[in-house]
């Protein structure tokens, strides 16, 4: 009898503890919807947000996959020294690397709206 009154005891303060942090939860969303007009998580909610341009895989031997470059104008594989190695003005689904030597390398995404994004990428 002991025994299921404590199971019922743990089990009453789990759905108090659950229904209190869901109350808060939604006191937070509705203060930062007062505050911000309802655009603070738009970012977490919206899957239909266009991502950051990527790439797979890393480290990678000699083709390197692009993705997501819907927004790309350009893209650069640079040294880590700051040296333009590759240069491509009109995004590609993928780069071939292979003539490069083992190392690190940085890959710039240069997009529509001003942004750059910059990567590294290790060359096996």
């Known amino acids: 009898m002991q025994r299921f009154l404590l199971v019922k005891k743990y089990f009453i303060l789990f759905v ?3 229904l209190i942090s869901n109350i ?12 911000c007009n309802s655009e603070c998580f738009t970012d977490q909610l ?8 990527s790439f797979y895989p890393n480290p990678v031997r000699s083709i390197v996959n692009l993705t997501n ?15 333009t190695l ?5 995004p590609k689904k993928n ?8 190392g690190m390398y940085l ?11 910059a990567r590294k990428l290790v060359k096996k």
């Open 46 to 53: 919206d899957p239909f947000k266009k991502k950051d341009p």
């Open 24 to 35: 808060n939860l939604k006191a937070e969303v509705s203060l930062c919807s007062f505050i």
């Open 16 to 18: 108090f503890l659950l």
């Open 95 to 102: 780069i071939n690397l292979s003539f490069l030597p083992k």
């Open 69 to 83: 470059q819907e927004n790309v104008t350009r893209i650069r594989v640079m040294s880590l020294t700051g040296k």
């Open 107 to 117: 890959i710039n995404f240069d997009l529509n709206d001003g942004k750059h994004i």
């Open 86 to 90: 590759i240069d491509i003005k009109t």
